[in-house]
Antibody, heavy 119, light 110 residues
C-alpha cells in the first residue's frame, strides 16, 4: 500500500534552517510528481512546492521562493524540503503529498511533521 | 495567489444534504477542470474526496459529488452521516505550476 512518512520537523529559531524528509513506498516513485503542502495551527491548507517526476523541474509558492528548495532522490524514493531563513509565519505542519496525475489533485498524504519557528 | 473562497461553516441534519461552494477566478477554478476536494478530520491528514471537478477516487462513497459552473465549484454531500462532520477544502490548479487551496469549510451534522 502507498505510504508517505514525513520526518525532520522540530523547533528552530528565526533565520535558521531545517530539512524535512519524506520516505515513499508502495508505488513507483519515479512516475509521480510530489508536493509539499503546509497547514499553520488552526488554519487552512497552503500549497508550498512541487517537483516533477523527473526531479528536474520544481516550482514554488511566492512566499517561499528563494528560501525553500524541494528535491527528490529517485534512487532512494525520498522527497526533501530544505527550508532556509525561516520565519515565525512558516510555523506549520508540513505534509508530503503525491500528485494523482499532472496538475491534478493530491491522492496520498504523509502524516505531517510540525515545524515551529520561535526564539 | 489568493486562496479560493469557501463559506466558513455549513450544516445539515442526519440524512439531509449539504452543499459547499468554492469561488475562484478565471485563472484557477474557471480556467481548468482540475478542481479537487479534501476532507480533514481533527488531527489527521486530508483525504482526497473528489478530483477533476466531479470524479471520485475508489472507496469514496457516491454520497459525495462535485460540480463546477464558471468560477465556482461545489461539493455536495447527500445522506449526511455523523462521520461526514469534518473540515472540507477545495483546491485548484492555478496555472504556471501553481496550486491554490480554499479557505476551508467546517461541516456540522446536526
Amino acid at each position: 500500500q502507498v505510504q508517505l512518512v514525513d520526518s525532520g520537523g522540530g523547533v528552530v529559531q528565526p533565520g535558521r534552517s531545517l530539512r524535512l524528509s519524506c520516505a515513499a513506498s508502495g508505488f513507483i516513485f519515479t512516475r509521480y510528481g510530489m508536493h509539499w503542502v503546509r497547514q499553520a495551527p488552526g488554519k487552512g491548507l497552503e500549497w508550498v512546492a512541487v517537483i516533477w517526476s523527473n526531479g528536474i523541474n520544481n516550482y514554488y509558492a511566492d512566499f517561499v521562493k528563494g528560501r525553500f528548495t524541494i528535491s527528490r532522490d529517485n534512487s532512494k524514493n525520498t522527497l526533501s524540503l530544505q527550508m532556509n531563513s525561516l520565519r515565525a509565519e512558516d510555523t506549520a505542519v508540513y505534509y508530503c503529498v503525491r500528485e494523482y496525475s499532472p496538475f491534478n489533485g493530491f491522492d496520498y498524504w504523509g502524516q505531517g511533521t510540525l515545524v515551529t519557528v520561535s526564539s | 495567489q489568493s486562496a479560493l473562497t469557501q463559506p466558513p461553516s455549513a450544516s445539515g441534519s442526519l440524512g439531509q444534504s449539504v452543499t459547499i461552494s468554492c469561488t475562484g477566478t478565471s485563472s484557477d477554478v474557471g480556467g481548468y477542470n482540475y478542481v479537487s476536494w479534501y476532507q480533514q478530520h481533527p488531527g489527521t491528514a486530508p483525504k482526497l474526496m473528489i478530483y477533476e471537478v466531479s470524479k471520485r477516487p475508489s472507496g469514496v462513497p457516491d454520497r459525495f459529488s462535485g460540480s463546477k459552473s464558471g468560477n465556482t465549484a461545489s461539493l455536495t454531500v447527500s445522506g449526511l452521516q455523523a462521520e461526514d462532520e469534518a473540515d472540507y477544502y477545495c483546491s485548484s490548479y492555478a496555472g504556471n505550476n501553481n496550486w491554490v487551496f480554499g479557505t476551508g469549510t467546517k461541516v456540522t451534522v446536526l
